[in-house]
Nanobody, 125 residues
């Protein structure tokens, strides 16, 4: 069981991209979901997370006000709307899902049980 991201690509600085994430096989219960990213030569970093109900969202300071995370539980789909993109946003973006209720450390990759293989987002200057 894993996740599949889509929507990445090449975009100019100032542009927008929307990423999507769905299960690759049978659907399963996903509690907190998140997006992480990893640029070449850097560690994977937290981007945004959302609670199961969607009522609570969290963002890295570097993307606050530019990115928006959302989810459609009826369609088992997680989204990341990225606006006002900068070259520093260039990275492979991963979606992640926590299969256990009650987690509180949304910022740590160790919280998440399921991961996608990533989608490349490249922002040109």
């Amino acid at each position: 069981v894993s996740l599949v991201e889509s929507g990445g690509g090449l975009v100019q600085a100032g542009g927008s991209v929307r990423l999507s994430c769905v299960p690759s096989g049978p659907t399963f219960r996903r509690y907190v979901e998140a997006w992480f990213r990893q640029a070449p030569g850097k560690e994977r970093e937290f981007v945004a997370a959302i609670s199961w109900s969607g009522s609570s969202t969290m963002y890295a300071d570097s993307v606050k006000g530019r990115f928006a995370i959302s989810r459609d539980n009826a369609r088992s789909t997680l989204y990341l709307q990225m606006n006002s993109l900068k070259p520093d946003d260039t990275a492979v973006y991963y979606c992640a899902a926590d299969g256990q209720p009650g987690s509180s450390d949304y910022y740590s990759p160790a919280t998440y049980d399921y991961w996608g293989q990533g989608t490349q987002v490249t922002v040109s200057s």
